[in-house]
């Protein structure tokens, strides 16, 4: 039982330990609309973290409605969203994205 016992807790602490992913909120939009993202063609979701900006792999940009919408679209909008993932080879892999603004920011 004991030697039970001690590997789970190992094997708990091992796998918390090697977690790189980072939950955080962050602005949401389109790469090339909103953040001046230009290694894709089209609109692709990006997130910008320490003014930093990243295409996002694990959502579409249509995922939370119409990305040209003129109220909510991230072709139009800046949104603020809670996204875990974490920044590998230059794009933002994210596993969770809810968005959490009440209000949108309009590039200008």
Do not use: P
Not at 26 to 39: I, K
Not at 48 to 67: E, P, T
Not at 80 to 88: A, H, M, S, Y
Not at 98 to 106: F, P
């Amino acid at each position: 039982m004991k030697k039970l016992l001690f590997l789970s807790l190992f094997m708990i602490a091992f796998s918390c330990g090697n977690k790189k992913e980072v939950t955080q909120v962050a602005e949401v939009s389109c790469g090339q609309c909103q953040f001046d993202l230009d290694s894709e063609d089209g609109c692709s979701l990006a997130v910008r973290l320490d003014d930093k900006a990243y295409f996002v792999d694990g959502f579409n940009i249509d995922d939370f409605g119409d990305a040209h919408d003129e109220k909510i679209g991230f072709c139009n909008v800046v949104r603020k969203g809670e996204i875990t993932g974490e920044v590998v080879d230059g794009r933002f892999v994210a596993s969770s994205l809810k968005l959490v603004d009440s209000e949108k920011k309009q590039k200008h």
